[in-house]
């Protein structure tokens, strides 16, 4: 049985909590290497959605407008 991982990222908003697909890894260590990459990456890995609430958040003083994504990687079952 092979493992098959979902790459997932998002953002923590005063909304709650978004998720997105950033695409899929055939292995644990395909996955583990996104994860890596990206979580010591100073910015700029993944893109904001334009359906992201950051987008039209109107709490002008937002602490977590300028936050970091978090990343994961959800093993799928085959």
């Known amino acids: 049985m092979s493992e098959r991982f979902e790459l997932l990222y998002g953002f923590v908003h005063c909304r709650g ?4 697909s950033a695409g899929y890894a055939a292995t644990r260590a395909e996955a583990e290497a996104w994860l890596k990459k ?6 700029g890995t993944v893109k904001i959605p334009p ?6 958040c109107k709490a002008a003083l937002c602490p977590l407008k300028r936050q970091k ?4 990687a959800r093993l799928l079952s085959e």
Request: proline share 10%; charged share 40%; hydrophobic share 25%.
């Open 17 to 20: 909590k978004t998720t997105y």
């Open 38 to 43: 990206n979580r010591e990456a100073e910015f």
């Open 69 to 72: 994504p978090w990343f994961d």
């Open 51 to 56: 359906e992201d609430p950051v987008r039209y």
